[in-house]
């Protein structure tokens, strides 16, 4: 099984350029998370999609930041235009529907392995 | 504001030392806690992960860590590490009912061989 796939690997852009970053989920993975790590800090929370809805948006930083998931498949995250605070590595996750463990909900994410975003 | 703290940045050891790598949340209710390790040019992979039941939890390659509900901890364990646990190890949390991880800064482990 092909796990979780992110495309570019690395990009580097000016201040005021727009990027678009994508993610190829596991396959049948209705759950797609999008996170962000700065340099030195957390990787946080940006967006999830069940299938080709937003569930929870509530991480996106501003409205520079577009994320789509025509179809229910792969997902792209624009940033647009891109400013210097938005440099980092853009994690892609996915995972199956949810299921009850323990009295709580859980979906095991496996992660992509990221793009560096630099923007100059 | 709810965190995950991991206070450890950087740990370098030697092969066959013990391991301890702190983990402290601030959320209240129930939770789910993770670690996952992140080994140089690879994408994060989930160690292990605790729901309900024995505290204590094994992962793989040898690492476990144990819930402490009244401290609030999930310290990742390894009574001997080797060279090739060389990663970064990152503690999250879920929420109940959320889907989303909360994850610390991460801790980097460098094993001198």
């Known amino acids: 099984e092909a796990g979780v796939t992110q495309f570019p690997s690395h990009s580097v852009i000016e201040k005021g350029q727009t990027v678009t970053l994508r993610c190829d989920p596991i396959s049948g993975h209705d759950n797609l998370y999008w996170y962000r790590r700065v340099m030195g800090k957390e990787i946080k929370f940006l967006l999830h999609f069940v299938k080709e809805s937003k569930q929870d948006e509530s991480g996106m930083p501003n409205n520079r930041f577009l994320a789509e998931r025509t179809g229910g498949t792969y997902s792209t995250l624009k940033v647009q235009p891109a400013e210097l605070e938005d440099s980092g590595v853009y994690f892609c996750?996915?995972?199956?529907?949810?299921?009850?463990?323990?009295?709580?909900?859980?979906?095991?994410?496996?992660f992509g392995p990221g793009t560096r975003l630099t923007v100059l | 504001a709810q965190s995950v703290s991991q206070h450890n940045h950087h740990v370098i050891l030697s092969e066959a030392a013990s391991l301890e790598l702190g983990c402290n949340y601030s959320y209240g209710g129930t939770v789910n806690l993770f670690w996952y390790v992140q080994y140089p040019g690879q994408h994060l992979q989930l160690l292990l992960k605790y729901f309900s039941g024995d505290p204590l939890v094994k992962g793989i390659k040898g690492f476990e860590a144990e819930f402490i509900k009244s401290k609030f901890s999930f310290n990742l364990r390894k009574p001997s590490v080797q060279w090739s646990d060389t990663a970064e190890y990152f503690c999250a949390v879920n929420k109940a009912g959320a889907n989303n991880l909360f994850f610390g800064t991460g801790t980097r482990l460098t094993v001198i061989p």
């Open positions: 996750a996915s995972s199956r529907p949810s299921r009850a463990s323990g009295g709580s909900s859980y979906n095991e994410q496996f």
